[in-house]
């Protein structure tokens, strides 16, 4: 049973940071691109960053780039998301998704997803 399983949310206050973790199981890990979306309550749910199953390539929404930082491990069957500089606007609930293969933007085209954690950013 694949299970990926997200942690690191919580509180701070703008300009804070924190990292998210997400951990897989079941799946091997290393087959699969690796996202981050993120879901604002009264707004749809938004790609936020995602990493290649290799680690080499990154990509960034354009309103996370350059504070975000998405980096995996896979020996620990584990993606990261570094958040930095945080902003009440980054207040959401942040999931993780995996897709076999080639990576993607699109939520629906993962094969698993994850529950999600929550982050929030006061002002």
């Known amino acids: 049973q694949v299970q990926l399983v997200e942690s690191g949310g919580g509180s701070v206050p703008t300009g804070g940071s924190l990292r998210l973790s997400c951990a897989a199981s079941?799946?091997?890990?290393?087959?699969?691109?690796m996202s981050w979306f993120r879901q604002a309550p009264g707004k749809t749910r938004e790609f936020v960053a995602r990493i290649s199953w290799s680690g080499g390539s990154t990509d960034y929404a354009d309103s996370v780039k350059g504070r975000f930082t998405i980096s995996r491990d896979n020996a620990k069957n584990t993606v990261y998301l570094q958040m930095n500089t945080l902003k009440p606007e980054d207040t959401a609930v942040y999931y993780c998704?995996?897709?076999?293969?080639?990576?993607?933007?699109?939520?629906?085209?993962?094969?698993?997803w994850g529950q999600g954690t929550q982050v929030t950013v006061s002002s």
């Open positions: 079941g799946l091997t890990f290393s087959n699969y691109a």
């Open positions: 998704a995996a897709r076999i293969g080639r990576w993607t933007t699109n939520w629906d085209d993962h094969n698993y």
